[in-house]
């Protein structure tokens, strides 16, 4: 219960900021319908709680099982067994994640249906098991993380030539939204799980950089689906909000939907969990109480945090978004800037990957430092979002292009274990907060100028939001390195 306590009172800090950020903007510049404003401080509140109750199950029930089946992975030692089973686990934690739920429905509606929904679920969750398969092998074989990276986002250059605008924005936004609740904590207690069972001098090394695979697999996926189906010059609109439905009726129509969804993003893996204790777990009764407790405090917060995301954020962010282009364009860049400097603060699997950082390196890595970078580097992505919006002559690849080469280069350049880490941060941040609040937004300010396409601009927002904490967190490791080198000087 000490436990649970300390997670709700850390995540009202993270919530707080973007909340306060909110009401301001409401009482100033961007004022919002009476009822529109209480349903979002309907769901601020249910976002602290459920993140908080989401948090306590993943730390007690996820990641217990992410670690049993990496390590049972790592035990079979064998190159088809790891390769497949990461395949499986990747494909079928991936299929069910909110996350990915809300990008395909939006680029379904945004594309006027000639994108479907399922379409998307099933092309990325094969991108992200094939990676989820290449990572672990990594592990097994310890391959360098800095090499495969260069590889892999070599292909995707390769590939991003010939895809289409949309569809390099839609291919990088699918890579941060599949890095979400429910998958993050999953796929880095596999990594931990595998590298510390296989051991030797990398094994901390190789506790990071599993998310930061398994994040480039929906790029060239998409990319690939684009290119075999020819899909081009795509042009979209954003979804229209429905309006006066009162206080409490979108929590009651969206509260059963988001209840459903979120049984079968756990569905799998409890079957996966019951399968493998069974057959190699063989859990006495107690520690096998335990994670079945855990996965339903999981489905319990992850049910409170998206109805509150879902029903109370995402309209007002579309609401504000269109309001700011509409009547205050010059502060687009401003308001995005701050936006982006608090919402990874309320990103859940933010908050896994950084306590994960602080056990992995025995506290010689701070949560705050990390979480200061990552800050930092999302305020710089949706202001920089916010400004290829306003700009018709800027695209995309114009930042990421640069942004993902400069992440390569400093793999190159700082500790190991940071490369990892950043590569990691660039899926979590991107998560349920920036997949509905921001990227409403920017769909909003995309909707209200006239230059701005929303399929090409608004989706790209959460390209940026996973491209920054690349160069942020690698900047970081090499002040540290440098820090290092003084001291041992000295």
Sequence with gaps: MDILLKQLRDVSLS????????IILNFTIIPVESQMFIRFLIGAFLVIIGLGIFLFGAHIGITPIGNLMGETIAKTNRTYWVGGLGFLLGFLITIAEPDLQILAQQVNLASGGIVPGTLILIVVSIGVGIMVGIGLLRILYE?????????VYFIIFILGLKTSQEFLAISVDASGATTGAMT????LALGYGMSQLKGGKTSDEDSFGMVGL????PIFAIMIMSIIRGLTNIQGEAADLAVNLGILNPYLITLPRVAREAVFTLLPLLILFLIFDKVRFKLN???????LKGLLYTFIGLTLFLVGVNAGFMEVGMVMGEGIARNY????????????????????????LTEQVEDVTAGHIKRAFILTALSIGIAFAVCSSMLRIMIPGLKLWHFLLPGFALGIILSYKVPP????????????ASGPMTATFILAFAQGAAKAI???????DGFGVIAMVAMTPLVAIQTLGLIYKIKSKKKESN
């Design 329 to 352: 364009t010059w502060l687009l860049p401003i308001i995005g800037f701050l936006l982006g400097l608090v919402v990874v603060l309320a990103e859940p699997a933010v908050h896994v």
């Design 184 to 187: 993050t904590p999953f796929i």
């Design 417 to 428: 274990i940071f490369v990892g880490i950043a590569f990691d941060s660039g899926g979590v």
């Design 450 to 456: 006239p230059t701005a396409n929303v399929l090409v």
């Design 15 to 22: 919530v707080l900021p973007i909340t306060i950020l909110v």
């Design 143 to 151: 391959t360098p993380l800095n090499k495969v990276f260069t590889l």
């Design 285 to 291: 009764k107690r520690s096998k109480k335990s994670i």
């Design 214 to 217: 398994a994040s480039a697999g």
